[in-house]
C-alpha cells in the first residue's frame, strides 16, 4: 500500500486570507484560515499532516522541472549514461553526465533545495511538537530522522554545507557553511535519539509501512559513521540492523524483484520514496511538483525504435541508458545481469523484441527500473506514460551487508567481512569470497557496483574510497574538482554569509 494522499493536500506555510471590515475591533480578530506555527502543532494531526509534508520531499522529482535526487545521484557513475534525444534534451542531466555541470545547473540546484526543504519542514515539527503522546512521540522521531537523511544527502554531495535546525528569523539572514564534521555529529544525534521512539519494522500497520522504522535510522546511523572512518561505531549500528535477520528483514529470493512494484515494502526494503498513480492522461497531467507518479520510470524507459518483444518492457524516453561498462563486469552465471541489463542482441535472442540504438545507448538496455508494461496502467482512458507509481528503494538490506562488510573490513575483521558479502552472493548463487585484504576489500567494491547499480550509490563510493580518478577520469572526472557539487548560485547570491569565495574547490 501507497502513503496516502496527504501529501496532496497538506500546506505547511501559514495562509492569511484578506478580510474587509469596518468594525473597529478589525485588528484583534485573528483572519480566518490563518495558521500560527507556535500553536499549529499541538494536536497529533496536525503534526501528522506536517510530516507527511516532509515525507514529500523524498518524492519530489519535478520540484524544479526534471530534478529527480536519484537521477542526478546516479548520472556521474560510470553504469548510465544520460542518453534522451541528445546534448540539449534537459541540459541539466546531460552536463551532469559529461562533468560539465556549474553552481548555474538547475539539477543540483534542485537537489540541494529539496533537502533543504524537507529540513525546514522537520525542523518545523521537531521545534514546536510537544511529545504528549505517544504517537506524536513517534512522529517527532521519524522527523528527526527525515532530517538526518536530509543533511546526509547534502553533505555527501556539497561538504560543508549551513546546519540549520530552526526558521530563518528574517528574509534576509544568512548563515555560512558548516564544517562536515560537525554535521556528521548533528546526523548522529538526530539518529540516536530517533532510534529510541521509533518501532522495528515488523510494529508497523501495512499502512503505515511507509514510515521510518528502528532499522532504517541504525542503518543511516552505520552508513555516517562509515563515511566519517569510524569503524568501530558502523559496525555496532550495522550489529543492530542485521540483528533482526529472519524476524522482520532479510533478503528476498528472487534478486529481479528487488526494484518492482511487488516487492514494495517487503522484507529487504527499509526505506523507500513513494508514488502513486492518480489516473493522468495528457489532458490532465501537471508537470510541476503535485505530480505524485514516477514519470521518471517513464524517463528511463528505452527509446524507440523499440519493441520489447516477450520481455515485458515497453518503450521509454530514452534516459539513463546502461553502458556497456556495466555489462562486462558480471559474470555471465550472476543472475543479477539479466535483472539489471541486456543487450539489444539478448531483447532479439531471448524475447523476440528489437532495439535501435539511440543516443548514449551502446547497444545495452536497462532491466532495472524501467517501463514494465505491469506497473503501469491506461484503465479509464488513463495515459500509461502518466501512471507509473514504482517507488525507489532508498536503504535496502542488501546495502546495509555490503557497508557491514566494508566496516568490519576497515576494522581488520576479515572473518566477519567476509559472512556479509557472502550472504550477498548467495543469495544469487555465486560461489563465497575466500580472499583477505586488498582482494577482500576489491571484492566488497565489485559487489557494490553489482548488487547496487541504478540505485544512485556508485559515484559517492567512488569518491569516499579515492577511486573516481581511476574509474571515471575518462569520462570528464577531475580530480579536486568533481568529488563535490558546486554550492548552487542562487545560495550564493540571497545568503550574505556564503559568498563566491566560498565556494566548492574548482568552480
Given at each position: 500500500m501507497k502513503k496516502n494522499n496527504l501529501f496532496k493536500y497538506i500546506l505547511i506555510v501559514g495562509l492569511s486570507i484578506a478580510a474587509i471590515s469596518c468594525s473597529s475591533d478589525f485588528l484583534e480578530v485573528k483572519?480566518?484560515?490563518?495558521?500560527?506555527?507556535?500553536?499549529?502543532y499541538s494536536t497529533d494531526q496536525e503534526v501528522e499532516y506536517a510530516l507527511t509534508a516532509a515525507y514529500d520531499m523524498l518524492h519530489s522529482d519535478q520540484l524544479r522541472g526534471w530534478s529527480s535526487t536519484l537521477f542526478i545521484k546516479q548520472l556521474p557513475a560510470d553504469d548510465t549514461n544520460c542518453g534522451g534525444g541528445g546534448e540539449s534534451d534537459q541540459a541539466q542531466y546531460q552536463k551532469l553526465d559529461n562533468f560539465q555541470w556549474e553552481a548555474?545547473?538547475?539539477?543540483i540546484t534542485a537537489y540541494y533545495s529539496t533537502n533543504y526543504f524537507g529540513i525546514y519542514r522537520c525542523n518545523q515539527i521537531i521545534i514546536n511538537a510537544k511529545p504528549e503522546t505517544a504517537l506524536r512521540k513517534r512522529m517527532i522521531a521519524e522527523a528527526k530522522f527525515l532530517r538526518a537523511y536530509f543533511y546526509f544527502e547534502l553533505t555527501t554531495a556539497f561538504g560543508d554545507v549551513p546546519l540549520r535546525l530552526e526558521a530563518a528569523k528574517n528574509l534576509t539572514?544568512?548563515?555560512?557553511?558548516?564544517?562536515k564534521a560537525k554535521v556528521y555529529e548533528q546526523i548522529v544525534t538526530d539518529l540516536t535519539e530517533a532510534i529510541v521512539d521509533l518501532p522495528y519494522k515488523g510494529d508497523y500497520s501495512v499502512a503505515d509501512r511507509f514510515r521510518v522504522n528502528k532499522q532504517a535510522a541504525q542503518a543511516l546511523l552505520g552508513k555516517t559513521y562509515l563515511f566519517a572512518k569510524d569503524y568501530p561505531k558502523a559496525i555496532l549500528a550495522f550489529k543492530d540492523v542485521i540483528a533482526r535477520e529472519g524476524i522482520d528483514l532479510g533478503l528476498i529470493a528472487d534478486f529481479s524483484k528487488i526494484t518492482r512494484a511487488e516487492s514494495e515494502f517487503g522484507k529487504e526494503s527499509l526505506l523507500e520514496a513513494s508514488f502513486i498513480s492518480e489516473n493522468r492522461n495528457w489532458g490532465n497531467a501537471s508537470w510541476d511538483r503535485n505530480a505524485n507518479d514516477n514519470r521518471h520510470l517513464q524517463l528511463w524507459g528505452p527509446r524507440g525504435p523499440f519493441n520489447g518483444g516477450t520481455s515485458g518492457i515497453r518503450d521509454g524516453w530514452g534516459f539513463n541508458?546502461?553502458?556497456?561498462?556495466?555489462?562486462?563486469?558480471?559474470?555471465a552465471n550472476d543472475p543479477r545481469r539479466a535483472a539489471t541489463v541486456i543487450t539489444k542482441e539478448e531483447l532479439a535472442t531471448n524475447f523476440g523484441g528489437e532495439f535501435i540504438d539511440g543516443w548514449d545507448t551502446e547497444g545495452c538496455i536497462r532491466t532495472k527500473y524501467t517501463t514494465f508494461l505491469a506497473e503501469t496502467s491506461d484503465e479509464n482512458g488513463n495515459t500509461p506514460e502518466l501512471n507509473y507509481s514504482t517507488n525507489w528503494r532508498l536503504i535496502r538490506y542488501a546495502d546495509v551487508l555490503l557497508m557491514a562488510a566494508e566496516a568490519y573490513h576497515k576494522d581488520n575483521k576479515d572473518n566477519e567481512a567476509r559472512i556479509e558479502l557472502n550472504k550477498v552472493r548467495a543469495r544469487v548463487g555465486l560461489a563465497p569470497i575466500t580472499a583477505s585484504g586488498t582482494a577482500l576489500f576489491d571484492?566488497?567494491?565489485?559487489?557494490?557496483?553489482?548488487?547496487?547499480?541504478?540505485?544512485?550509490?556508485?559515484?559517492?563510493?567512488?569518491v569516499r574510497w579515492g577511486l573516481a580518478q581511476q574509474e571515471l577520469s575518462s569520462l570528464g572526472f577531475v580530480k579536486g574538482k568533481h568529488e563535490l557539487f558546486p554550492i548552487p548560485l542562487n545560495e550564493i547570491n540571497g545568503n550574505v554569509l556564503i559568498g563566491p569565495e566560498n565556494q566548492n574547490p574548482g568552480y
Amino acid at each position: 500500500m501507497k502513503k496516502n494522499n496527504l501529501f496532496k493536500y497538506i500546506l505547511i506555510v501559514g495562509l492569511s486570507i484578506a478580510a474587509i471590515s469596518c468594525s473597529s475591533d478589525f485588528l484583534e480578530v485573528k483572519p480566518f484560515g490563518k495558521t500560527d506555527t507556535d500553536t499549529y502543532y499541538s494536536t497529533d494531526q496536525e503534526v501528522e499532516y506536517a510530516l507527511t509534508a516532509a515525507y514529500d520531499m523524498l518524492h519530489s522529482d519535478q520540484l524544479r522541472g526534471w530534478s529527480s535526487t536519484l537521477f542526478i545521484k546516479q548520472l556521474p557513475a560510470d553504469d548510465t549514461n544520460c542518453g534522451g534525444g541528445g546534448e540539449s534534451d534537459q541540459a541539466q542531466y546531460q552536463k551532469l553526465d559529461n562533468f560539465q555541470w556549474e553552481a548555474e545547473n538547475e539539477g543540483i540546484t534542485a537537489y540541494y533545495s529539496t533537502n533543504y526543504f524537507g529540513i525546514y519542514r522537520c525542523n518545523q515539527i521537531i521545534i514546536n511538537a510537544k511529545p504528549e503522546t505517544a504517537l506524536r512521540k513517534r512522529m517527532i522521531a521519524e522527523a528527526k530522522f527525515l532530517r538526518a537523511y536530509f543533511y546526509f544527502e547534502l553533505t555527501t554531495a556539497f561538504g560543508d554545507v549551513p546546519l540549520r535546525l530552526e526558521a530563518a528569523k528574517n528574509l534576509t539572514e544568512g548563515m555560512a557553511r558548516t564544517p562536515k564534521a560537525k554535521v556528521y555529529e548533528q546526523i548522529v544525534t538526530d539518529l540516536t535519539e530517533a532510534i529510541v521512539d521509533l518501532p522495528y519494522k515488523g510494529d508497523y500497520s501495512v499502512a503505515d509501512r511507509f514510515r521510518v522504522n528502528k532499522q532504517a535510522a541504525q542503518a543511516l546511523l552505520g552508513k555516517t559513521y562509515l563515511f566519517a572512518k569510524d569503524y568501530p561505531k558502523a559496525i555496532l549500528a550495522f550489529k543492530d540492523v542485521i540483528a533482526r535477520e529472519g524476524i522482520d528483514l532479510g533478503l528476498i529470493a528472487d534478486f529481479s524483484k528487488i526494484t518492482r512494484a511487488e516487492s514494495e515494502f517487503g522484507k529487504e526494503s527499509l526505506l523507500e520514496a513513494s508514488f502513486i498513480s492518480e489516473n493522468r492522461n495528457w489532458g490532465n497531467a501537471s508537470w510541476d511538483r503535485n505530480a505524485n507518479d514516477n514519470r521518471h520510470l517513464q524517463l528511463w524507459g528505452p527509446r524507440g525504435p523499440f519493441n520489447g518483444g516477450t520481455s515485458g518492457i515497453r518503450d521509454g524516453w530514452g534516459f539513463n541508458p546502461p553502458t556497456r561498462k556495466i555489462y562486462d563486469a558480471y559474470e555471465a552465471n550472476d543472475p543479477r545481469r539479466a535483472a539489471t541489463v541486456i543487450t539489444k542482441e539478448e531483447l532479439a535472442t531471448n524475447f523476440g523484441g528489437e532495439f535501435i540504438d539511440g543516443w548514449d545507448t551502446e547497444g545495452c538496455i536497462r532491466t532495472k527500473y524501467t517501463t514494465f508494461l505491469a506497473e503501469t496502467s491506461d484503465e479509464n482512458g488513463n495515459t500509461p506514460e502518466l501512471n507509473y507509481s514504482t517507488n525507489w528503494r532508498l536503504i535496502r538490506y542488501a546495502d546495509v551487508l555490503l557497508m557491514a562488510a566494508e566496516a568490519y573490513h576497515k576494522d581488520n575483521k576479515d572473518n566477519e567481512a567476509r559472512i556479509e558479502l557472502n550472504k550477498v552472493r548467495a543469495r544469487v548463487g555465486l560461489a563465497p569470497i575466500t580472499a583477505s585484504g586488498t582482494a577482500l576489500f576489491d571484492a566488497i567494491v565489485k559487489e557494490r557496483q553489482l548488487e547496487l547499480a541504478y540505485e544512485g550509490f556508485r559515484f559517492w563510493d567512488l569518491v569516499r574510497w579515492g577511486l573516481a580518478q581511476q574509474e571515471l577520469s575518462s569520462l570528464g572526472f577531475v580530480k579536486g574538482k568533481h568529488e563535490l557539487f558546486p554550492i548552487p548560485l542562487n545560495e550564493i547570491n540571497g545568503n550574505v554569509l556564503i559568498g563566491p569565495e566560498n565556494q566548492n574547490p574548482g568552480y
